[in-house]
Structure formats: structure tokens, C-alpha cells
């Protein structure tokens, strides 16, 4: 099998050490659930890291997939102008996706080398361990992509064509689903409180937990717009990959010390 990593992770950039500081221990459980990711994700052999991101571009009725030889990290817009990192891109792969995907999903190409924090926090923890390792060339090249304004349906059936693609390519292939849950958990959260905030995290990683995935795909369109999130998808797109392949999945940790539901969780395949 070829896919041997796929996560759920959140994407604060308080994560990152340069603007987190002294909040960054308010995210402890996350950081300690990020450096098991890491190690998992090193233990593995990634080559190829696919990145599921809901803050680059998103089109309406397309799906992005970003091809560049090079990708910047950067979190200038967060006013940290210190942290940097390069990553490559996987181009052969994308190549190859877009043209088995061409005729059967709405999939378009973009080629922006600056990275949207999305995409950006969680390739910054996890791909800088690879790096550090000693071997440069452990180093897993990424593609990124973006959901788009169908439904959830869609973007489970977009992850099941995808899956194919991923099964047939030789390399050792990793998938993040990048995105919070809800923004809407306390009387100071970013987007106002509301009280479906919670319950919708709650019955979301009860279904991941238990491996309901058809739930998770039906889940009441009131509740998760109620609930502020911008995860959903991402998941939707990771469980259509998942699907039909044996795993078991690790909540290992969830917590929304600033109104923010922060969830990361790790697929274990055998
Ligand atoms: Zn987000």
C-alpha cells in the first residue's frame, strides 16, 4: 500500500514558536500531539505529503491543486517575518492526478508558491522534522490542495478518485487534512458564541472516533454552519481516500483554550 500516514490537524499559527510565545504553552496537548505526528510521519517514510487546505484558493465548483517546484512557508502575515522554510513540490504526482482526474472531477491547477497558513502550520511542524533527521533526502515533497463550494458529498467522492490515483503511484504517500473545528466555543471566541460550536465538535470526533463515516458526510447543514468550522471538508476529502482501506483512528488530542476547537488525530494503518 501506498498511503502510509494521514492525519487531521489543526492549523493555529500560535503554533509556531515565533508568534505563539508565551501562548503557545495554552496549546500544550496540541504541540505534544503534533510531535507524536512527526515522529509518526518519519517513522513512515513519507515521500509525498498531500495537503488538505480550506485557506488557499477556493472556487465554487472546482477543487485546487497547487504544482510549483517550490513552496514558501512564511507567516508574514501573522507579523512574524523571521520564520521561513522551503519545501519542494511534487510535480510528477500532481501531473499525474490531473490528467487521471481530468475527465471525472472538477479539478483545477494553480501554481502559487507562497503558502496559505493552512497549508503552512501544519507543514512547518511536521515536514521540518524530516529535515532535521540527517538525511536531507527524507525530506517529502507536497502538493496542496483546496476544497471548493460543493457539497460534502462531493468532496468524499473527489477523496475516493483520488485514493486511486494515490494507490497506483509507487511512493510513500502521506495525506493531512488541515482545519479547525468550530470558531464559536466561548463568549470570546473569533466568531461569537454559539452553542451548536461545541456539540458540533463533539459529535464530529464521536463519528471519526468510531469510523462513521457516512454520519459525518450527512451531518445537519444548519449545525455546521451554526458551528463557524473550517476542517469539514478537509476530513470529507481524507475519509473518501480512507475509504475501504483498514484503519484504526487516534484522537490524540483536542482542546479550544481561545474559542477554537483545535483536533488532531492520526489514521494507524497495519
Ligand atoms: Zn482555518
Known sequence: MSIVFAAITPHPPILIPAIG???LSKLKNTSEAYQELEESLYVREAETIIIISPHGLISSG???????????????????????????????????????????????????????HGSGVPLFLLAQGLKNANFQRRQAKIIPLYYCGLDLEAHFQFGQLLKKELLASKNRIGVIASG????????????????????FDKKLIEYLKNKKTSEIIKMNEKLISDAGECGLKSIAILLGILDGIKYEPRILSYEGPFGVGYLTAEFIFD
Do not use: C, W
Request: aromatic share 8%; charged share 30%.
Open 21 to 23: 510565545k508565551e501562548n
Open 62 to 116: 472546482s477543487f485546487t491543486m497547487n504544482l510549483s517546484p517550490e513552496f514558501i512557508l512564511s507567516f508574514e502575515d501573522f507579523g512574524d517575518l523571521v520564520t521561513k522554510m522551503k519545501l519542494v513540490g511534487d510535480i510528477g504526482l500532481a501531473y499525474k492526478i490531473r490528467e487521471s482526474l481530468e475527465t471525472k472531477a472538477p479539478l483545477q491547477l494553480i501554481s502559487e508558491p507562497n503558502l496559505d
Open 180 to 199: 479547525d473545528l468550530s470558531h464559536r466555543l466561548t463568549k470570546d471566541a473569533p466568531a461569537g458564541y454559539s452553542r451548536q460550536g461545541a456539540k
